[in-house]
């Protein structure tokens, strides 16, 4: 490992600071004085790390950030020569996607119709690791062939007609399809088929029967309730977004499961093997911040197998709503829904940094940008900004933000929610299961869960409102609406261990 660098924050702001690396211009921190008392030494030292990888420009530090995989999780990375698969992580395009019903938010407050619901959402989208559409009562077949269209087109119409998912909704995502690295989908079918030839990727029929479900760990589906702002902006953006006041609505967070984890271990083992084989020298020694120079065959390869991971993550996010809309109307018969927006918070996307096209890498980061974005052109939010779908916690809520000017400072991104204050062992030793459970009841909070997960609650994360304050104060989104928890749909398997 080389010598570590002093690590001291120095404000520049009310919620900003900066992290100076010794050698390079500044990385950029977001948060307040009590938000940056979470960053630790190794969160702060991972990020000077990955500042003086080779290539990269910068490196913002979100509200959420720590400890993470080479980079921490809640930090962009920006290269315009270099392409890092730690700075987007093992789960592939892990997102966020909000369903908005056109349900009165009294259509779920009696407690049976919400266990109605539940069930009816468990018997067609299964969670935790390894579950896939074969464990579940009212699933949604998918044989292999499909399962290779999915990957190499994303979210096609061809695709959507055949798993029932309405096609418009491809037009409320923060990208639809993706495709390889000379960008064609060519590129993609070819790169599985040499996937599949070589056997790189075991029991890949198994894989895609995930499509539709969720996954372990924070992974989630939740009911929510619309609150929308008092505030004129706050009701015009939401009117433009398709959000609706006092109404039910229905947010998930999951990403490209099994299949994605699969392609981004072979990928840290085959650029780990050839560091070590020609005796490369690792960024701060760290085999996590292993990387590609562009246009080399190790960067397409790694693109290409991106953006298949990024394809199945986008229709299982979709199938999700689609099989969630048909649990609605089964329960409530007439209800219908639309997709307010799909957004990513791990994923490597080429975009315009300062006027020059760079890779942005965001681990655990959001897209942010505001109305009158170049890329925002001919989208139905040109004027207003795409909306951003922020994850908090049942008791507190998650929340819909839209990007401001300053969302420039953060390379035009902001956190992917709250961010964990407790690791996962941690959380279990020191917290009371009794606690956890009896605090959700008293917000009258159900769970498809029998003990709700201690690494999961609430207090394993940090202040969500202090979160937005930094988010809000830096000048980076203001908040459209607070989401507010009805129930929630987690792995059951490993909570009720």
Known sequence: MSAA????????????????????????????????????ETCL?????????????????????????????GCVMVSPTHIY????????????????LDLPEEAVEDRRTRRELISAICQRTPTGPGRGQRTVKKSRPVDRALGQQVVVEGASEDVCRQLGIPPEWAERCEDAAHRGHDDTHDALA?????????????????????????????HFGECEVVAIEDDPRARSVAQTFGLRDRHVAFLSHCG??????QLASGQFRGLQDKFARWHIPLPAGDPQLVYAPLGSDEANAYLDDMALAANFATVNHLLINALVLEAFQEVIPGTTGSLVYFISHN?????????????????????AYPGGHHALRDTPFAQSGHPILLPGNPRDGSAVMVADKDARQACYSVNHGAGRVLGRRHAKRVLDQ???????????????????????????????????????????ASEVARLRARFVIKDASAADD
């Open 45 to 73: 030292q991972q990020a000077i790390n990955s500042r003086l990888a080779p290539g990269v420009t910068d490196v913002v530090l979100n509200p959420d950030a720590h400890l993470g995989y080479g980079a921490p999780v």
């Open 347 to 367: 994923i490597a996307r080429r975009e315009v940094i300062d006027q020059r096209p760079a890779w942005v890498h965001r681990k655990g980061a959001t897209r």
């Open 190 to 218: 070819l790169r599985l088929e040499r996937l599949l030839d070589e056997h790189a990727l075991a029991k890949f029929t198994e894989k895609v029967t995930q499509l539709g479900s969720y996954g372990g760990g924070n």
């Open 256 to 261: 490209s499961r099994g299949l994605g984890h």
């Open 434 to 476: 009794q606690a956890i459970d009896a605090e959700l009841d008293q917000h009258d909070i159900l769970s498809n869960c029998r003990r709700y997960p201690m690494d999961e609650a609430p207090a394993a994360y940090k202040d969500f409102n202090e979160v937005l304050r930094s988010v809000k104060d830096a000048g980076l």
């Open 85 to 100: 698969p730690g700075p987007v992580g093992v789960d592939i395009k892990c997102s966020m996607s909000l369903l908005q």
């Open 5 to 40: 660098v002093p690590t001291k924050l120095i404000p520049t702001g009310e919620a900003t600071a900066i992290l100076p690396t010794g050698s390079t211009s500044p990385i950029t921190v977001i948060g307040t004085p009590k938000i940056r008392e979470t960053f630790d």
